[in-house]
């Protein structure tokens, strides 16, 4: 089983970046499909999360109407979409699967928003 993030890096104040997750090893379209972040100093936020059809997403307030969640289940892939990005959307960014008692983390990968 694994789950790859890809697609951080550093981004100026208003930027836009694509994170990807490539998912391995379990029947991926069973899995709700969710982005959890964490700030140094703070704990893990969810910041978003699909159902495993792709039909329902749910977003943290904080993201609302910025970042945007999808899923190829052809492919294995979750993805986010974070737009107008903020100075507190500085993380570490990891991909979850969950399905009843399994539940699968990425490595995570790093956002830095900074000018």
């Known amino acids: 089983v694994q789950l790859v993030e890809s697609g951080g890096g550093l981004v100026q104040p208003g930027g836009s970046l694509r994170l990807s997750c490539a998912a391995s090893?379990?029947?991926?379209?069973?899995?709700?499909m969710k982005w959890y972040r964490q700030a140094p100093g703070k704990e893990r936020e969810l910041v978003a999360r699909?159902?495993?059809?792709?039909?329902?997403?749910h977003y943290a307030d904080s993201v609302k109407g910025r970042f945007t969640i999808s899923r190829d289940n052809a492919k294995k892939m979750a993805y986010l979409q974070m737009n107008t990005l903020k100075s507190e959307d500085t993380a570490v960014y990891y991909c979850n699967a969950n399905w009843a008692s399994y539940d699968y983390w990425g490595q995570g990968t790093q956002v830095t928003v900074s000018s």
């Open positions: 090893g379990f029947t991926f379209s069973n899995y709700v």
């Open positions: 699909i159902d495993s059809g792709g039909g329902w997403s």
